[in-house]
């Protein structure tokens, strides 16, 4: 049963989605924000790797350069990890923050 994943045109959220048989050509709407605007990425990418990979693979003994962060989901991600192993829990707040950060909604909160 082949699984693949998309990714949120409107949000850039990716969901896995397990396709069968007949919906095969159908694209799934996202799950996260409802846009039916998605496109397939190859998973065995390693640019497309969920978020927990890249938590486990982020080093954060070393400051990001700033092509880290032309990556829109990559937004908050050191920030995250830090506080995980430092045991802070950051809350729900935060990551209310770091999706808004990701979809360029708090720039515009600010203006
Ligand atoms: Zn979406």
Redesign the pocket.
């Known amino acids: 049963m082949p699984i693949y994943e998309y990714e949120?045109a409107?949000?850039g959220?990716i969901a896995a989605h397990v396709m069968l048989g007949s919906r095969r050509a159908a694209r799934p709407a996202?799950p996260?924000?409802g846009?039916s605007r998605t496109r397939r990425v190859m998973s065995s990418f390693a640019v497309v790797e969920s978020e927990t990979s890249r938590l486990a693979n982020l080093d954060t003994s070393r400051r990001p350069d700033d092509s880290f962060y032309s990556d829109s989901r990559n937004v908050g991600l050191w920030a995250k990890k830090r506080a995980r192993q430092m045991g802070v829990d950051l809350g729900s707040k935060f990551d209310e923050t770091v999706e808004k950060a990701r979809t360029g909604k708090l720039i515009k909160d600010m203006e």
């Open positions: 949120c409107a949000c959220r996202c996260h924000c846009a």
